[in-house]
């Protein structure tokens, strides 16, 4: 897991079958000190985050695709929580 940052939506009125009605958004990777770490991604939205919330990331495909119930699913990123603090 890692953390990002949610920087926007992205919208696609076509794609794949088993990402239908599925949340894209675009989320920049941090590190725990709030600074970006390498190039934003493109991740699906499982816990319905929205835009500047500090979230974690799974970026392995297997658990990425479970994480929206579609282990089957092109998924590379997928959000799988909300952050509230980070205690270091």
Do not use: H
């Not at 949610?6 to 076509?14: D, Y």
């Amino acid at each position: 897991m890692q953390l990002a940052r949610v920087l926007g939506p992205l919208v696609s009125t076509q794609k794949q079958s088993t990402l239908i009605g599925a949340k894209l958004l675009l989320v920049q990777p941090i590190t725990p000190d709030d600074q970006p770490q390498g190039v934003a991604l493109l991740a699906i939205d499982s816990v319905g985050t929205g835009v500047g919330e500090k979230v974690l990331i799974v970026s392995e495909g297997r658990a990425a695709g479970q994480a929206i119930g579609q282990p089957t699913a092109p998924v590379d990123v997928a959000i799988v929580g909300i952050v509230d603090e980070v205690n270091s």
